[in-house]
């Protein structure tokens, strides 16, 4: 069964009544369902470079001008239960001035919002401005996305501070994961919205240009954002590679030590342990004590010389 919907506009914020023309309509359809794709190819009457874009299996973000349309491929948090947020959703448009087809493998909140709010009468009136409202959602989103992962490394940075060590490791690697794969498509996704404020094409008369050069910023300061982010992680995880050597250089160093002193102690031990005559002490009774008085002067020997040789 198609999970193909279909949302005409009324000009006015809602969807259109039986009795009114819409002034455009938004078909959202999922690129894995077979129905949808159908649909597309065969029904849709877009070129065959549109449904292949609109139905690819790896995007990554771009505008594309197209003879009687515009394809815009975007990236969104995945925010859905039971998935990872960096594992971004791609979010592909077709614009032609009369519709606006999206396609997407899974739900996204942007898109449930906007239609909630069609329902409700409080959506956008063209589909110029739906187009301006997911953008500006997606971009919503992800700055959302990227403030939890500073906080995140704040909390870290924090319990670097308070003496956490081997337990952090996994959390480091993981927020550095993070942060690589979100860059991978801010970085594209900043230069789509870009070159699309340039774009002089009657289709796009409507578009606010300066709301979507202010999302090309904001793009551009969450991918700074990022960078930072990514900066900070390295320097956590550097402070934590020093803090694990230095705790073995400190034990190894104690060992070393520990080693010095009971080295000559055990020759000492080792000799006096051969059974052969003419050892010393052995046929009286304080030989014990004074093969043990002689250990505890050796040791306190090499202990006051690598004292004064400052090895501790």
């Known amino acids: 069964m198609s999970t193909r919907q279909i949302i005409r506009l009324d000009g006015s914020?809602?969807?259109t009544s039986p009795h009114r023309e819409p002034v455009g309509s938004w078909i959202q359809l999922n690129w894995e369902d077979r129905d949808d794709r159908a649909w597309l190819e065969d029904e849709a009457g877009v070129d065959e470079l549109v449904a292949d874009s609109l139905l690819a299996e790896d995007t990554r973000p771009r505008v594309v001008e197209h003879e009687n349309g515009l394809i815009l491929i975007l990236r969104g948090v995945n925010l859905n239960p039971g998935q990872d947020p960096e594992d971004m959703i791609s979010l592909r448009l077709w614009f032609d001035g009369e519709r606006l087809i999206s396609t997407s493998r899974y739900p996204l909140r942007t898109v449930a919002g906007i239609v909630e709010r069609l329902d409700?009468?409080?959506?956008p009136a063209s589909l110029a401005e739906l187009l301006l409202e997911l953008i500006e959602g997606l971009?919503?989103?992800?700055?959302?996305?990227?403030?939890?992962i500073e906080e995140e490394i704040d909390e870290l940075e924090a319990a670097l501070l308070e003496g956490a060590d081997r337990e952090l490791r996994d959390q480091i690697g993981q927020v550095r994961r993070t942060v690589i794969v979100i860059r991978r498509y801010l970085a594209p996704e900043r230069d789509a919205l870009v070159r699309l404020t340039s774009i002089n094409r009657p289709i796009l008369a409507e578009l606010d240009r300066g709301r979507i050069r202010e999302q090309a910023d904001a793009l551009t300061r969450l991918v700074e954002d990022l960078d930072m982010a990514r900066e900070r992680?390295?320097?956590i995880h550097e402070q934590l590679l020093t803090r694990l050597s230095d705790q073995l250089n400190t034990r190894m160093y104690l060992l070393s030590i520990v080693a010095a002193i009971f080295l000559p102690l055990g020759f000492l031990t080792g000799l006096f342990g051969i059974n052969v005559g003419g050892m010393p002490w052995v046929e009286?009774?304080?030989?014990?004590?004074?093969?043990?008085?002689?250990?505890?002067?050796?040791?306190g020997g090499l202990g006051i010389w690598l004292k004064r040789r400052r090895w501790f």
């Open 139 to 148: 971009t919503d989103r992800i700055d959302e996305l990227i403030e939890s």
């Open 233 to 235: 992680g390295s320097m």
């Open 120 to 123: 409700e009468g409080t959506g």
């Open 284 to 299: 009286t009774d304080l030989g014990f004590w004074w093969v043990t008085l002689l250990v505890a002067l050796i040791a």
């Open 13 to 15: 914020g809602g969807r």
